[in-house]
Protein backbone atom coordinates (compact mmCIF):
# COMPACT_ATOMS: atom_id res chain seq x y z
CA UNK A 1 0.00 0.00 0.00
CA UNK A 2 2.77 2.29 0.55
CA UNK A 3 4.12 1.80 -2.85
CA UNK A 4 0.98 2.65 -4.58
CA UNK A 5 0.50 5.84 -2.51
CA UNK A 6 3.65 7.17 -3.40
CA UNK A 7 3.14 5.86 -7.16
CA UNK A 8 -0.36 7.93 -6.94
CA UNK A 9 0.84 10.97 -5.50
CA UNK A 10 3.61 11.36 -8.30
CA UNK A 11 1.17 10.73 -10.82
CA UNK A 12 -1.11 13.72 -9.34
CA UNK A 13 1.97 15.91 -8.94
CA UNK A 14 2.90 15.30 -12.86
CA UNK A 15 -0.60 16.11 -14.02
CA UNK A 16 -0.72 19.40 -11.92
CA UNK A 17 2.54 20.12 -13.62
CA UNK A 18 1.08 19.05 -17.01
CA UNK A 19 -2.08 21.21 -16.45
CA UNK A 20 -0.23 24.50 -15.56
CA UNK A 21 2.39 24.66 -18.10
CA UNK A 22 5.17 23.21 -16.28
CA UNK A 23 7.51 20.43 -16.41
CA UNK A 24 9.33 17.45 -14.21
CA UNK A 25 12.41 18.72 -15.34
CA UNK A 26 13.76 20.91 -12.95
CA UNK A 27 17.13 21.64 -14.37
CA UNK A 28 15.50 23.14 -17.61
CA UNK A 29 14.46 26.62 -15.19
CA UNK A 30 16.76 29.04 -14.83
CA UNK A 31 17.59 32.71 -13.24
CA UNK A 32 19.31 35.08 -13.22
CA UNK A 33 21.55 36.89 -9.59
CA UNK A 34 22.77 40.17 -10.32
CA UNK A 35 24.93 42.28 -7.29
CA UNK A 36 27.78 44.09 -6.18
CA UNK A 37 31.48 42.85 -4.97
CA UNK A 38 32.38 44.71 -1.71
CA UNK A 39 35.64 45.35 0.92
CA UNK A 40 33.57 44.16 3.99
CA UNK A 41 35.66 46.81 6.12
CA UNK A 42 36.13 50.00 3.28
CA UNK A 43 33.01 49.08 1.23
CA UNK A 44 34.94 49.44 -1.85
CA UNK A 45 33.45 48.32 -4.81
CA UNK A 46 35.88 45.96 -6.38
CA UNK A 47 36.57 45.32 -9.79
CA UNK A 48 38.08 42.49 -11.53
CA UNK A 49 36.42 40.10 -9.06
CA UNK A 50 35.64 36.14 -10.36
CA UNK A 51 31.72 35.46 -9.50
CA UNK A 52 30.68 32.47 -10.33
CA UNK A 53 27.85 29.76 -9.58
CA UNK A 54 27.94 26.29 -10.91
CA UNK A 55 28.91 26.33 -14.59
CA UNK A 56 28.37 30.25 -14.83
CA UNK A 57 30.73 32.92 -14.69
CA UNK A 58 31.60 36.49 -14.51
CA UNK A 59 33.73 38.89 -13.62
CA UNK A 60 32.85 42.28 -11.97
CA UNK A 61 32.98 45.45 -13.88
CA UNK A 62 34.72 48.72 -12.66
CA UNK A 63 31.68 49.47 -10.52
CA UNK A 64 32.37 46.13 -8.91
CA UNK A 65 28.92 45.01 -10.74
CA UNK A 66 28.37 41.32 -11.90
CA UNK A 67 25.64 39.67 -13.49
CA UNK A 68 25.40 35.67 -13.95
CA UNK A 69 22.71 34.58 -16.53
CA UNK A 70 21.39 30.97 -17.07
CA UNK A 71 22.01 29.83 -13.45
CA UNK A 72 20.03 26.86 -12.96
CA UNK A 73 17.32 27.08 -9.90
CA UNK A 74 17.29 26.29 -7.08
CA UNK A 75 16.82 26.36 -2.99
CA UNK A 76 20.67 25.96 -2.56
CA UNK A 77 22.81 27.24 -5.18
CA UNK A 78 26.05 27.95 -4.26
CA UNK A 79 27.56 31.38 -5.32
CA UNK A 80 31.80 31.65 -5.19
CA UNK A 81 33.88 34.60 -5.38
CA UNK A 82 37.57 34.87 -6.09
CA UNK A 83 39.60 37.81 -6.18
CA UNK A 84 43.68 38.23 -5.80
CA UNK A 85 44.53 39.63 -1.93
CA UNK A 86 40.87 38.58 -0.83
CA UNK A 87 39.87 35.31 1.34
CA UNK A 88 37.83 33.13 -1.05
CA UNK A 89 34.08 33.48 -0.73
CA UNK A 90 30.71 31.29 -0.48
CA UNK A 91 27.39 30.74 0.13
CA UNK A 92 24.52 28.94 -0.69
CA UNK A 93 21.44 31.12 -1.49
CA UNK A 94 18.11 30.41 -2.98
CA UNK A 95 17.41 30.59 -7.20
CA UNK A 96 14.16 31.65 -8.40
CA UNK A 97 13.43 31.67 -11.72
CA UNK A 98 13.70 34.99 -13.26
CA UNK A 99 15.64 37.58 -11.32
CA UNK A 100 17.83 37.17 -8.35
CA UNK A 101 20.58 39.95 -6.38
CA UNK A 102 22.99 38.83 -4.16
CA UNK A 103 25.59 41.04 -2.46
CA UNK A 104 29.00 39.89 -1.80
CA UNK A 105 31.46 41.18 0.93
CA UNK A 106 34.83 39.90 1.11
CA UNK A 107 37.45 40.09 3.22
CA UNK A 108 41.06 41.10 2.78
CA UNK A 109 44.02 38.09 2.86
CA UNK A 110 46.30 39.54 6.23
CA UNK A 111 48.85 37.04 5.40
CA UNK A 112 50.97 36.67 2.09
CA UNK A 113 53.90 34.01 2.42
CA UNK A 114 56.32 33.13 -0.58
CA UNK A 115 59.95 32.79 -0.56
CA UNK A 116 61.80 33.86 2.50
CA UNK A 117 59.40 36.31 2.92
CA UNK A 118 56.26 36.99 5.13
CA UNK A 119 53.95 40.07 4.25
CA UNK A 120 51.44 41.14 7.10
CA UNK A 121 48.22 43.31 6.50
CA UNK A 122 45.56 43.85 8.66
CA UNK A 123 42.17 42.90 6.80
CA UNK A 124 40.33 46.34 7.87
CA UNK A 125 43.15 48.25 6.20
CA UNK A 126 42.38 49.96 2.81
CA UNK A 127 45.35 51.65 2.00
CA UNK A 128 48.56 50.64 3.12
CA UNK A 129 50.82 54.25 4.10
CA UNK A 130 54.38 52.06 5.21
CA UNK A 131 55.93 49.44 5.71
CA UNK A 132 58.00 47.71 8.81
CA UNK A 133 60.26 46.34 7.99
CA UNK A 134 62.40 43.57 9.66
CA UNK A 135 65.86 42.59 9.45
CA UNK A 136 67.74 40.37 11.44
CA UNK A 137 69.00 38.71 13.93
CA UNK A 138 66.16 36.40 14.56
CA UNK A 139 63.79 35.19 12.07
CA UNK A 140 62.03 38.66 11.15
CA UNK A 141 59.10 36.82 9.77
CA UNK A 142 57.37 36.04 13.19
CA UNK A 143 56.53 39.61 13.39
CA UNK A 144 54.52 39.13 10.44
CA UNK A 145 53.19 35.45 11.00
CA UNK A 146 53.04 35.56 15.01
CA UNK A 147 55.38 32.15 14.62
CA UNK A 148 58.67 31.60 16.52
CA UNK A 149 61.44 33.80 15.50
CA UNK A 150 64.15 30.84 16.52
CA UNK A 151 65.98 33.75 19.46
CA UNK A 152 68.58 32.10 21.20
CA UNK A 153 66.69 31.68 24.60
CA UNK A 154 62.91 31.51 26.17
CA UNK A 155 62.76 34.97 27.67
CA UNK A 156 63.80 36.96 24.30
CA UNK A 157 61.56 34.81 21.71
CA UNK A 158 58.92 35.63 24.41
CA UNK A 159 59.49 39.22 24.35
CA UNK A 160 60.39 39.05 20.78
CA UNK A 161 56.95 37.53 19.94
CA UNK A 162 55.49 40.68 22.43
CA UNK A 163 57.05 43.14 19.80
CA UNK A 164 55.61 41.32 16.86
CA UNK A 165 52.42 42.16 18.70
CA UNK A 166 53.25 45.70 19.25
CA UNK A 167 54.34 45.96 15.40
CA UNK A 168 50.90 44.09 14.26
CA UNK A 169 49.06 46.40 16.46
CA UNK A 170 50.50 49.63 15.06
CA UNK A 171 49.87 48.32 11.57
CA UNK A 172 46.48 48.37 12.39
CA UNK A 173 46.14 51.63 13.87
CA UNK A 174 48.60 53.41 10.78
CA UNK A 175 47.52 51.66 7.65
CA UNK A 176 50.91 49.84 7.96
CA UNK A 177 52.39 46.24 6.38
CA UNK A 178 55.00 44.14 8.00
CA UNK A 179 57.44 42.33 6.13
CA UNK A 180 59.82 40.04 7.21
CA UNK A 181 62.26 36.93 6.00
CA UNK A 182 63.96 33.91 7.54
CA UNK A 183 67.32 35.37 5.67
CA UNK A 184 69.51 36.32 8.80
CA UNK A 185 72.71 38.70 8.61
CA UNK A 186 71.84 40.24 5.13
CA UNK A 187 74.97 41.87 3.10
CA UNK A 188 74.99 45.57 2.92
CA UNK A 189 75.02 45.89 -0.28
CA UNK A 190 73.36 47.25 -3.67
CA UNK A 191 71.91 43.90 -4.33
CA UNK A 192 70.17 43.01 -1.20
CA UNK A 193 68.51 46.30 -1.38
CA UNK A 194 67.19 45.35 -4.73
CA UNK A 195 65.77 41.72 -3.31
CA UNK A 196 64.12 43.44 -0.06
CA UNK A 197 62.67 45.92 -2.80
CA UNK A 198 61.65 43.12 -5.13
CA UNK A 199 59.96 40.84 -2.07
CA UNK A 200 57.47 44.06 -1.93
CA UNK A 201 56.98 43.97 -5.59
CA UNK A 202 55.94 40.20 -5.01
CA UNK A 203 54.20 40.99 -2.11
CA UNK A 204 52.12 43.99 -4.15
CA UNK A 205 50.99 41.79 -6.63
CA UNK A 206 50.64 38.94 -4.41
CA UNK A 207 48.25 41.11 -1.68
CA UNK A 208 46.38 42.83 -4.68
CA UNK A 209 48.11 46.20 -3.51
CA UNK A 210 50.04 47.39 -5.80
CA UNK A 211 50.75 50.91 -3.21
CA UNK A 212 53.31 48.32 -1.52
CA UNK A 213 55.55 49.12 -4.25
CA UNK A 214 56.51 52.88 -3.58
CA UNK A 215 55.20 52.79 0.32
CA UNK A 216 57.47 54.47 2.53
CA UNK A 217 60.02 52.07 4.98
CA UNK A 218 60.28 52.18 8.90
CA UNK A 219 63.25 49.78 9.35
CA UNK A 220 63.67 47.64 12.43
CA UNK A 221 67.14 46.24 12.73
CA UNK A 222 68.37 43.68 14.81
CA UNK A 223 72.29 42.69 15.47
CA UNK A 224 73.57 41.30 12.33
CA UNK A 225 70.38 42.93 10.38
CA UNK A 226 71.45 46.20 11.28
CA UNK A 227 74.03 46.76 8.68
CA UNK A 228 72.10 46.18 5.57
CA UNK A 229 69.18 47.96 7.53
CA UNK A 230 71.62 50.79 7.63
CA UNK A 231 72.98 50.42 4.14
CA UNK A 232 69.45 50.83 3.17
CA UNK A 233 68.89 54.29 4.16
CA UNK A 234 72.16 55.26 3.11
CA UNK A 235 71.55 54.17 -0.69
CA UNK A 236 67.73 54.75 -0.26
CA UNK A 237 66.87 57.75 2.09
CA UNK A 238 63.94 58.83 -0.01
CA UNK A 239 62.16 55.60 1.16
CA UNK A 240 62.98 55.91 4.38
CA UNK A 241 60.70 57.26 6.96
CA UNK A 242 62.66 56.28 10.16
CA UNK A 243 65.24 53.37 11.03
CA UNK A 244 65.74 52.14 14.50
CA UNK A 245 68.96 49.49 15.20
CA UNK A 246 68.61 47.41 18.62
CA UNK A 247 72.12 46.20 19.36
CA UNK A 248 73.93 46.85 16.01
CA UNK A 249 77.00 45.39 14.46
CA UNK A 250 79.81 46.42 11.76
CA UNK A 251 77.84 49.78 10.84
CA UNK A 252 79.74 52.14 8.25
CA UNK A 253 80.05 55.83 8.56
CA UNK A 254 76.87 57.29 6.61
CA UNK A 255 78.62 59.84 4.21
CA UNK A 256 75.08 60.82 2.58
CA UNK A 257 73.30 63.87 3.69
CA UNK A 258 69.95 63.12 2.81
CA UNK A 259 70.56 59.75 5.06
CA UNK A 260 71.16 62.21 7.90
CA UNK A 261 67.79 63.58 7.63
CA UNK A 262 66.61 60.07 8.07
CA UNK A 263 65.34 59.70 11.86
CA UNK A 264 67.64 56.80 13.51
CA UNK A 265 67.77 55.30 16.83
CA UNK A 266 70.49 53.08 18.03
CA UNK A 267 69.68 51.18 21.17
CA UNK A 268 72.74 49.09 23.15
CA UNK A 269 73.07 46.87 25.88
CA UNK A 270 75.55 48.06 28.46
CA UNK A 271 76.91 44.39 28.94
CA UNK A 272 76.70 43.47 24.99
CA UNK A 273 79.66 41.29 24.92
CA UNK A 274 78.79 39.95 21.20
CA UNK A 275 78.68 43.36 19.34
CA UNK A 276 80.70 46.41 19.52
CA UNK A 277 79.23 49.26 21.73
CA UNK A 278 82.26 51.61 21.05
CA UNK A 279 82.34 51.14 17.09
CA UNK A 280 78.47 51.93 17.06
CA UNK A 281 78.10 54.93 19.22
CA UNK A 282 81.72 56.01 17.54
CA UNK A 283 79.27 56.18 13.75
CA UNK A 284 76.27 57.94 15.97
CA UNK A 285 78.97 60.86 17.22
CA UNK A 286 80.43 60.65 13.59
CA UNK A 287 76.98 61.11 11.94
CA UNK A 288 75.66 63.75 14.71
CA UNK A 289 78.23 65.71 14.71
CA UNK A 290 77.43 66.59 11.08
CA UNK A 291 73.85 67.44 12.23
CA UNK A 292 71.73 64.02 11.51
CA UNK A 293 68.90 64.00 13.87
CA UNK A 294 69.81 60.73 15.54
CA UNK A 295 69.65 58.95 19.27
CA UNK A 296 71.51 56.44 20.82
CA UNK A 297 70.20 55.12 24.19
CA UNK A 298 72.50 52.66 26.23
CA UNK A 299 70.31 50.23 28.69
CA UNK A 300 72.25 50.01 31.82
CA UNK A 301 72.86 46.26 32.97
CA UNK A 302 71.14 44.81 29.55
CA UNK A 303 73.18 42.30 27.11
CA UNK A 304 72.94 40.94 23.73
CA UNK A 305 70.42 38.73 23.93
CA UNK A 306 67.78 40.83 26.06
CA UNK A 307 65.11 42.53 24.76
CA UNK A 308 63.75 44.13 28.52
CA UNK A 309 59.85 45.55 28.30
CA UNK A 310 61.30 48.61 28.32
CA UNK A 311 63.53 48.55 25.23
CA UNK A 312 60.36 47.33 23.64
CA UNK A 313 58.34 50.28 24.67
CA UNK A 314 60.93 52.87 23.99
CA UNK A 315 60.81 51.82 20.19
CA UNK A 316 57.25 51.56 19.96
CA UNK A 317 56.95 54.83 20.94
CA UNK A 318 59.34 56.40 18.75
CA UNK A 319 57.63 54.14 16.04
CA UNK A 320 54.26 56.02 16.72
CA UNK A 321 56.34 59.51 16.68
CA UNK A 322 58.02 58.97 13.52
CA UNK A 323 55.03 57.53 11.69
CA UNK A 324 52.88 60.63 12.80
CA UNK A 325 55.32 62.96 11.87
CA UNK A 326 57.16 61.74 8.95
CA UNK A 327 54.42 59.86 6.71
CA UNK A 328 52.42 61.89 3.97
CA UNK A 329 48.88 62.56 4.01
CA UNK A 330 48.62 62.07 0.81
CA UNK A 331 49.67 58.65 -0.78
CA UNK A 332 52.51 58.85 -3.00
CA UNK A 333 54.20 62.55 -2.15
CA UNK A 334 57.29 62.64 -0.12
CA UNK A 335 57.72 62.08 3.22
CA UNK A 336 57.57 64.98 5.58
CA UNK A 337 60.96 66.29 6.50
CA UNK A 338 61.52 67.09 10.43
CA UNK A 339 63.82 70.05 11.15
CA UNK A 340 66.36 69.80 13.37
CA UNK A 341 65.24 72.79 15.52
CA UNK A 342 61.97 71.24 16.08
CA UNK A 343 63.49 68.30 18.34
CA UNK A 344 64.64 67.41 21.69
CA UNK A 345 68.00 66.92 23.02
CA UNK A 346 69.27 64.73 25.44
CA UNK A 347 72.85 64.84 27.38
CA UNK A 348 74.32 61.70 27.11
CA UNK A 349 76.36 61.82 30.34
CA UNK A 350 74.04 63.53 33.19
CA UNK A 351 70.50 62.62 31.00
CA UNK A 352 69.24 65.93 31.34
CA UNK A 353 66.67 66.86 28.08
CA UNK A 354 65.50 69.90 26.75
CA UNK A 355 64.30 71.58 23.79
CA UNK A 356 66.58 72.11 20.84
CA UNK A 357 66.49 75.97 21.55
CA UNK A 358 67.10 76.22 25.17
CA UNK A 359 69.69 73.20 25.65
CA UNK A 360 72.51 74.56 26.85
CA UNK A 361 75.90 71.88 25.96
CA UNK A 362 76.73 70.95 22.77
CA UNK A 363 73.65 70.13 20.78
CA UNK A 364 76.47 68.02 18.53
CA UNK A 365 77.49 65.41 20.93
CA UNK A 366 73.43 65.05 22.25
CA UNK A 367 70.87 62.40 21.35
CA UNK A 368 68.10 63.95 19.08
CA UNK A 369 64.34 63.46 19.91
CA UNK A 370 61.96 64.14 18.11
CA UNK A 371 59.53 65.34 20.61
CA UNK A 372 59.06 65.83 24.17
CA UNK A 373 57.30 62.55 25.16
CA UNK A 374 60.49 60.51 23.08
CA UNK A 375 62.56 62.59 24.96
CA UNK A 376 61.21 61.94 28.17
CA UNK A 377 61.50 57.87 27.78
CA UNK A 378 65.15 57.94 26.48
CA UNK A 379 65.45 59.77 29.88
CA UNK A 380 64.18 57.22 31.72
CA UNK A 381 65.67 54.73 29.41
CA UNK A 382 69.19 55.84 29.83
CA UNK A 383 69.14 56.73 33.76
CA UNK A 384 71.20 54.36 35.70
CA UNK A 385 68.32 52.20 38.07
CA UNK A 386 69.33 51.78 41.58
CA UNK A 387 70.47 48.75 43.00
CA UNK A 388 67.47 46.48 44.31
CA UNK A 389 67.76 46.57 48.04
Known amino acids: ?162 LGEQFRTLASDYDLAILGTSERGLPDATATDQRLLGALETAAIASGRPELREAPLLIYGISGGAPEAFGLTLRRPERVAGVALRVPSALSTFTSAPARRVPAYLTLGATDDVVSNPAATAVFEANRARNAIWALAVEPGAGHFELSDASRNLTIGWMVTILELRLPLTPGTALTDIPEVSGWLGNRTTFEIAPYADYADNKLEASWLPSQGTAQAWKLFVTPRPPDP
Open 1 to 162: MPYLRSLLHAAVWACALAACGGSTDHTALTGSIAGTVRNVFTDELLAGATVSAGSVQATTDATGRFDLAGVPVGPSVTIRSQRTGFKAYAADIAVAEGSNTHDIRMTRQELVEFGTFALYVPAEVGRVRGVILGLGGPDTRGFATGNPMGSPNPPLEESEQM
